[in-house]
């Protein structure tokens, strides 16, 4: 996908403008931007932008033969994190919801996942393969949107539990769950163009303040360091990694690769519903920069920041950062990091309020596709959802999450991503079968665009 992604910006295809030569676009670029980044990131980069440079790092794969804690194993770690977090999971984004914004925009159609197949299945596809497809996407993106966020509440509690140990854990996540519910649902009344524009802006902001704040207060030299290391062994990884030459059912691929790739195929089939229908006015080129280019660059960027920095504290004292690991889970590593900086009640606070605003906005984003695809009536303005249906969505969402975290911890966040990813896995392969017959003969398949 990622391959074709880049023949696609780059093709005569990259020319044609979304909804037809008059379309206007609805969003500002920046505001645009902003709903993109926030809707596809959730908290995945908060969460696992040091727990999972750790692990590689700690626990090098077999097949690479490493030695943990090594130089060998923290660079690997760099480039596997960037892997799993850059243009690759990006694409995955990025082809249906250009395939989506192309089909339903070239003609009047019915908001319906099955349009993205429309090249294969033809203009009036059977309505068992249209129901068929809309019931397992719902699927898969419930349980991948119940999975990030059963990341987010991980984290979230290591974080209070961080400034209060006193808690009880379990009492605590019904807390945080509710509290994220809530602010989704007065998030959710106000629509795209209010309140998951502003909040998304607002995110945006706050995810560039934690960013320059962590270098400015970081190890500059080392900072630069890692990112440079990241893209140097992403690209020398790609080929081997992408393809499993020599990690094929090795059980670090089935905890890593599979289960991020199965989380963001989970999301992808219902998140470009929502990507697609708000990409109006802009030509296929603009929205490759937007969807796959640029944000997968700012995640780059961001977990060299904080996976580089984590890497390096781990390098000075791995016995705790490996007992955290083991002992505390995941959600604990980045506070150790803050504790290590010296800066711990300033980046905690911050980086807590982050983690909930992030899982609101993805949350709002994701659930007004799922309103979109559950209404039997479309009123004629794509960006207009059942306010009640994104309501009770996202309470099942959260019901479901809590569950898993609870009974199962970070597995649990686990077996859903990969429940969830495997329908969408055989879905996306046919769509981007779809783009690649719309790079050979757009005019066939794109009518007035």
Same mark, same amino acid.
Request: glycine content about 10%; some cysteine.
């Given at each position: 996908?990622?391959?074709?992604?880049?023949?696609?910006?780059?093709?005569?295809?990259?020319?044609?403008?979304?909804?037809?030569?008059?379309?206007?676009?609805?969003?500002?670029?920046?505001?645009?931007?902003?709903?993109?980044?926030?809707?596809?990131?959730?908290?995945?980069?908060?969460?696992?932008?040091?727990?999972?440079?750790?692990?590689?790092?700690?626990?090098?794969?077999?097949?690479?033969?490493?030695?943990?804690?090594?130089?060998?194993?923290?660079?690997?770690?760099?480039?596997?994190?960037?892997?799993?977090?850059?243009?690759?999971?990006?694409?995955?984004?990025?082809?249906?919801?250009?395939?989506?914004?192309?089909?339903?925009?070239?003609?009047?159609?019915?908001?319906?996942?099955?349009?993205?197949?429309?090249?294969?299945?033809?203009?009036?596809?059977?309505?068992?393969?249209?129901?068929?497809? %809309?019931?397992?996407?719902?699927?898969?993106?419930?349980?991948?949107?119940?999975?990030?966020?059963?990341?987010?509440?991980?984290?979230?509690?290591?974080?209070?539990?961080?400034?209060?140990?006193?808690?009880?854990?379990?009492?605590?996540?019904?807390?945080?769950?509710?509290?994220?519910?809530?602010?989704?649902?007065?998030?959710?009344?106000?629509?795209?163009?209010?309140?998951?524009?502003?909040?998304?802006?607002?995110?945006?902001?706050?995810?560039?303040?934690?960013?320059?704040?962590?270098?400015?207060?970081?190890?500059?030299?080392?900072?630069?360091?890692?990112?440079?290391?990241?893209?140097?062994?992403?690209?020398?990884?790609?080929?081997?990694?992408?393809?499993?030459?020599?990690?094929?059912?090795?059980?670090?691929?089935?905890?890593?690769?599979?289960?991020?790739?199965?989380?963001?195929?989970?999301?992808?089939?219902?998140?470009?519903?929502?990507?697609?229908?708000?990409?109006?006015?802009?030509?296929?080129?603009?929205?490759?920069?937007?969807?796959?280019?640029?944000?997968?660059?700012?995640?780059?960027?961001?977990?060299?920041?904080?996976?580089?920095?984590?890497? %390096?504290?781990?390098?000075? %004292?791995?016995?705790?950062?490996?007992?955290?690991?083991?002992?505390?889970?995941?959600?604990?590593?980045?506070?150790?990091?803050?504790?290590?900086?010296?800066?711990?009640?300033?980046?905690?606070?911050?980086?807590?309020?982050?983690?909930?605003?992030?899982?609101?906005?993805?949350?709002?984003?994701?659930?007004?596709?799922?309103?979109?695809?559950?209404?039997?009536?479309?009123?004629?303005?794509?960006?207009?959802?059942?306010?009640?249906?994104?309501?009770?969505?996202?309470?099942?969402?959260?019901?479901?999450?809590?569950?898993?975290?609870?009974?199962?911890?970070?597995?649990?966040?686990?077996?859903?991503?990969?429940?969830?990813?495997?329908?969408?896995?055989?879905?996306?392969?046919?769509?981007?079968?779809?783009?690649?017959?719309?790079?050979?003969?757009?005019?066939?398949?794109?009518?007035?665009?």
């Amino acid at each position: 996908m990622t391959l074709l992604t880049a023949v696609a910006i780059f093709s005569p295809l990259g020319n044609y403008k979304i909804g037809g030569q008059n379309a206007i676009p609805r969003l500002k670029r920046i505001s645009w931007f902003a709903i993109v980044l926030c809707t596809t990131i959730a908290v995945g980069i908060l969460f696992w932008g040091s727990a999972e440079p750790l692990s590689h790092y700690l626990f090098p794969p077999e097949f690479k033969g490493f030695e943990p804690n090594s130089e060998a194993a923290k660079s690997f770690a760099l480039g596997a994190l960037y892997f799993h977090w850059g243009f690759t999971p990006y694409a995955i984004y990025a082809v249906p919801a250009l395939v989506f914004a192309l089909m339903y925009y070239s003609g009047k159609s019915n908001f319906s996942l099955s349009i993205m197949l429309r090249p294969i299945l033809g203009s009036y596809p059977n309505k068992f393969w249209v129901a068929g497809l %809309d019931m397992f996407s719902l699927f898969a993106l419930v349980t991948g949107m119940a999975a990030a966020l059963g990341a987010g509440i991980l984290s979230l509690s290591g974080g209070f539990l961080a400034f209060f140990p006193q808690l009880d854990p379990t009492f605590l996540t019904v807390i945080i769950t509710l509290a994220i519910l809530l602010t989704f649902i007065i998030s959710a009344s106000t629509g795209i163009e209010k309140g998951i524009k502003n909040l998304s802006l607002f995110n945006l902001g706050f995810f560039f303040l934690i960013a320059i704040l962590f270098v400015i207060f970081g190890e500059k030299a080392h900072i630069f360091n890692s990112i440079g290391t990241g893209f140097i062994e992403y690209f020398s990884n790609f080929t081997d990694l992408s393809l499993q030459l020599s990690g094929a059912g090795n059980s670090w691929t089935y905890d890593w690769s599979t289960f991020n790739f199965a989380m963001w195929m989970a999301w992808a089939p219902m998140t470009a519903l929502f990507l697609g229908k708000i990409a109006i006015g802009r030509t296929v080129r603009e929205f490759l920069l937007v969807n796959w280019f640029l944000p997968a660059l700012f995640c780059l960027i961001w977990m060299g920041i904080f996976g580089g920095t984590t890497v %390096d504290f781990a390098s000075n %004292d791995s016995e705790v950062y490996k007992g955290l690991f083991l002992n505390s889970g995941p959600e604990s590593i980045i506070y150790q990091v803050f504790e290590d900086m010296g800066y711990f009640k300033m980046f905690a606070q911050l980086f807590i309020l982050g983690i909930f605003i992030s899982y609101v906005t993805a949350a709002d984003s994701s659930t007004d596709a799922l309103a979109s695809i559950s209404m039997k009536k479309q009123d004629g303005d794509p960006f207009r959802s059942d306010t009640n249906l994104k309501v009770i969505w996202g309470v099942l969402i959260g019901f479901l999450s809590w569950v898993m975290i609870t009974f199962s911890g970070i597995d649990g966040v686990r077996i859903l991503s990969v429940i969830g990813g495997l329908p969408a896995l055989f879905f996306l392969l046919l769509v981007s079968v779809c783009l690649i017959l719309i790079l050979i003969s757009p005019k066939k398949y794109l009518g007035n665009q």
